[in-house]
């Protein structure tokens, strides 16, 4: 849709613009989790194992399991989200995943460990803990308020699609 500022109908415009701010929150959404999880697949997984280790979190071998898990578990909840593929349970295990790298930034942040950069998107981009915990709150604030929105947050979705072909 292309906005006039021109035309007569721009309220009309700007309407549906605002209509569409929660399929485009959970298409970013899961545009972020697409990039990162395809960042770290992209490259050896003992690159994301090594940030693992950093974090003194976890035992060698569960460090392991998750550098080999957690990219591709990113990268189709990431398409999901993108594509409004079951959208509520998507949208439940990203909240999920956000807590759970919320929480062992926050571990990381009060033991002080010596981590400089996150590693959060691979060698793509590189930011500090407390940036990226902002950036893992703002993200898990916009999934929460989108849990409560579903109706709007399926607009342009295939679950949206599929339910009304079964219903036809």
Same mark, same amino acid.
């Given at each position: 849709?292309?906005?006039?500022?021109?035309?007569?109908?721009?309220?009309?415009?700007?309407?549906?613009?605002?209509?569409?701010?929660?399929?485009?929150?959970r298409i970013m959404i899961g545009g972020l989790f697409v990039v990162s999880g395809f960042e770290k697949l992209?490259?050896?997984?003992?690159?994301?194992?090594?940030?693992?280790?950093?974090?003194?979190?976890?035992?060698?071998?569960?460090?392991?399991?998750?550098?080999?898990?957690?990219?591709?578990?990113?990268?189709?909840?990431?398409?999901?989200?993108?594509?409004?593929?079951?959208?509520?349970? +998507?949208?439940?295990?990203?909240?999920?995943? /956000?807590?759970? %790298?919320?929480?062992? $930034? !926050?571990? #990381? *942040?009060?033991?002080?460990?010596?981590? +400089?950069?996150?590693?959060?998107?691979?060698? /793509?981009?590189? %930011?500090?803990?407390? $940036? !990226?915990? #902002? *950036?893992?709150?703002?993200?898990?604030?916009?999934?929460?308020?989108?849990?409560?929105?579903?109706?709007?947050?399926?607009?342009?979705?295939?679950?949206?699609?599929?339910?009304?072909?079964?219903?036809?």
């Amino acid at each position: 849709m292309v906005c006039n500022l021109w035309s007569p109908n721009l309220f009309d415009c700007l309407r549906k613009l605002k209509n569409s701010r929660y399929p485009l929150s959970r298409i970013m959404i899961g545009g972020l989790f697409v990039v990162s999880g395809f960042e770290k697949l992209v490259g050896p997984y003992q690159n994301f194992l090594y940030v693992i280790q950093n974090y003194s979190f976890l035992p060698f071998f569960l460090g392991e399991i998750a550098a080999r898990l957690l990219p591709w578990s990113e990268f189709f909840l990431g398409i999901f989200l993108v594509l409004g593929l079951w959208t509520k349970w +998507t949208l439940r295990a990203v909240m999920a995943l /956000l807590l759970m %790298f919320m929480g062992v $930034v !926050i571990q #990381a *942040l009060i033991r002080q460990l010596p981590i +400089t950069e996150c590693g959060c998107f691979g060698g /793509l981009i590189s %930011f500090p803990l407390p $940036v !990226i915990l #902002a *950036l893992d709150t703002t993200v898990f604030v916009f999934a929460w308020f989108l849990s409560f929105r579903m109706e709007e947050a399926e607009r342009c979705s295939l679950d949206r699609y599929l339910a009304r072909n079964e219903s036809a």
